[in-house]
């Protein structure tokens, strides 16, 4: 798993040890990757700074998408079910593959 | 005869803002309660309908209870209160831009190279190509012994968050 948002990397290393988290955090604080990926949530910060609206993507090892969560809320996330159901079913179309 | 103060319309103002407060404080924290602020909702239903039981008395037995006035203003301001509660959970959370350009299911993931935040710089296709160091490990080199490493991982999983938490 790997998280990114506009937070500098001393702020996300502070909520990486603050909840205890082990997978890396990383910082686009120049919202270039949010941008590229069109993520960003114009004004959505504090002080109308632009910021990463939520998302989150599973991808394979080949680098493929194989799943997309765009919340239409910002309350809503996914949940780890979730993702683990789309795991499931990109573990199950590889193995038909093979 | 002595008017009562009508507790039904004090209660039922404390009531429907204890609803609105749980939800930031308690009800946010599991989605069960988030996704759709039910339990919110309960609290404060249930407050404005103490109030409203409060305000039907003052008006109804003015000789028994008062709150003809304030029992209306703080009826006024209940409503208020939970409307905005509302607006903020149905409205205004769910303005987001559509993201219309985001990658898709069966593209490739534009690939980029950012700082974690020891400052150490990753890039995505690597981590799926090669042995990735676990977030805070560094590969220790003790003579005759290989480094510790981890397999290549089976897939990432990449999420985008708004920060400022």
Redesign the interface.
Known sequence: ???????S?????K??KSQGY???????SKD???R???????H???DGID??????????????????N????????A?PQQ?LDA?DA??RAQASLR | MKRSWNASVWVGLVVVFAGVASYPLIFIRYPVTRDFPWASLLIMALGLALLAVGISRAFRRPDAYRGKIFGSVLGVLAAAVAAFFCYGVFYATRQLPASHGAPQVGQLAPDFTLPDSTNRPVNLLGTLHSQFWPEGTEPVAVIGIPPISTPPPAAVVLIFYRGYW
């Not at chain 1, 590229?36 to 114009?42: F, G, N, S």
């Not at chain 1, 910021?51 to 997309?68: M, N, Q, T, Y």
């Not at chain 1, 765009?70 to 996330?77: C, H, I, P, S, Y």
């Open positions: 798993m790997i998280a990114i948002s506009v937070d990397p001393a702020d996300s290393e909520l990486r082990t997978f890396p955090i990383l910082s686009d270039e990757v949010i590229r990926w069109d993520l960003v949530h114009p959505g910060g504090p910021i990463a609206r939520p998302a989150e993507f599973l991808i394979d090892s080949s680098g493929k998408i194989r799943w997309v765009l919340t239409e809320d910002l309350r809503v996330r949940r993702v795991f990109m573990s």
